[in-house]
């Protein structure tokens, strides 16, 4: 006989039990977006720095600043897990952290996407072209909208593995 308590999912996990895996299973997603995110916020940092900066446009200027930003907050919000995480350490609160995180985390994702595809933007502008600039992003953007969007949502539906679980 099962425990009330547990989920009848095959796993034979109580409620305290799925909360620690999803959260392990969440922390180790932060850490590939943050990763992404570091490295693009640590490029656009060095961008400034160069001599060849101050010959770029106004406009280019303007987007540089813009990508700098958006780097900035993708940080912060990668960030927002830990913290909420310390806030409500041994408060009982696991499933309300868990829900919390897998919000964060799916904000982190798009704004590592929106910040990939401003960036891919902005090299092309200052190294080919506005158009070329245009055109790369554009490709970058339905890229991660195909990848990152509709094929993870496509495996939801997914028959075969709902007779899995």
């Known amino acids: 006989m099962q425990d009330p308590g547990t989920q009848n999912d095959g796993r034979g996990e109580t409620p305290n039990e799925r909360a620690d895996r999803n959260w392990q299973e969440l922390v180790q997603e932060l850490r ?3 990763t992404g995110s570091q490295i693009l916020s640590g490029f656009l940092l060095t ?3 160069q001599q060849s900066f101050h010959s770029l446009l106004p406009y280019q200027k303007t987007v540089y600043l813009v990508l700098v930003l958006l780097a900035a907050g ?13 806030a409500l350490f041994r408060r009982r609160r696991k499933s309300s952290l868990v829900t919390l995180t ?23 502008d200052v ?6 600039g245009i055109i790369a992003a554009a490709v970058v953007a339905v890229a991660m909208g195909v990848w ?13 593995e709902d007779e899995r679980r």
Do not use: K
């Not at 799916?106 to 902005?122: I, K, N, P, S």
């Not at 190294?127 to 070329?132: D, E, F, G, N, T």
């Not at 990152?148 to 075969?160: E, K, T, Y």
């Open 74 to 86: 993708t940080t912060v919000l990668g960030m927002m897990p830990v913290a909420v995480h310390r």
């Open 127 to 132: 190294v080919a072209s506005l158009a070329a």
């Open 32 to 34: 590939v977006t943050q």
């Open 47 to 49: 961008v400034a720095f």
């Open 148 to 160: 990152l969007l509709m094929f993870p949502l496509s495996l939801r539906d997914d028959p075969v």
């Open 102 to 124: 897998n919000r964060l985390l799916v904000f982190t994702v798009v704004l590592v996407a929106t910040l990939t595809t401003g960036v891919v933007f902005f090299l092309f």
